[in-house]
C-alpha cells in the first residue's frame, strides 16, 4: 500500500558530505512525522534498537540526535511526499544503514501507521 523508497548512500572520506533522501508513495492520504533513523556495522541483532538521527513534523519543526547536532541537516518537501537528511563533516561513526520512517494516513479516518523504508548504506572511510 505505501512505499518508502531510500536513495543517495555512498562511499565518502571523512570530513565529506552527503545527502540521502527517500519518497513516499502509494495510499497516503497524509503524512505526521518523517524521520531518519541508522543502524550501525555489528548492531544488526534481533531487539537492537536502530538509533534515532533527526525527525521532521509536517509544519517543519525538527530535532536531532546530539551527536549529528550541527552537521546533519533534515528537510521536506509535502507536496512531493519527500524527506532529505543533509550529511556534512561526515565521520567514521557516521557508517551506517540509514533508514527513512514516516508516520503515515492510508485514509482520513484510519489512525496513523509507521511505515520503513528499507535502507540505504552510508560509509564514511578515515
Known amino acids: 500500500q505505501v512505499q518508502l523508497v531510500e536513495s543517495g548512500g555512498g562511499l565518502v572520506q571523512a570530513g565529506g558530505s552527503l545527502r540521502v533522501s527517500c519518497t513516499a508513495s502509494?495510499?497516503?492520504?497524509?503524512?505526521?512525522?518523517m524521520a531518519w533513523y541508522r543502524q550501525a556495522p555489528g548492531k544488526q541483532a534481533p531487539g537492537k534498537q536502530r538509533?534515532?538521527?533527526?525527525?521532521?513534523?509536517?509544519?517543519?519543526?525538527?530535532n536531532y540526535a546530539d551527536s549529528v547536532k550541527g552537521r546533519f541537516t533534515i528537510s521536506r518537501d509535502n507536496a512531493k511526499k519527500t524527506v532529505s537528511l543533509q550529511m556534512n563533516d561526515l565521520k567514521p561513526e557516521d557508517t551506517a544503514v540509514y533508514y527513512c520512517?514516516?508516520?503515515?494516513?492510508?485514509?482520513?479516518?484510519?489512525?496513523?501507521?509507521?511505515?520503513w523504508g528499507q535502507g540505504t548504506q552510508v560509509t564514511v572511510s578515515s
Open positions: 520512517n514516516a508516520d503515515i494516513k492510508n485514509r482520513y479516518y484510519e489512525a496513523y501507521f509507521t511505515y
Open positions: 502509494g495510499m497516503i492520504f497524509s503524512i505526521n512525522v
Open positions: 538509533e534515532l538521527v533527526a525527525t521532521i513534523t509536517s509544519g517543519g519543526d525538527t
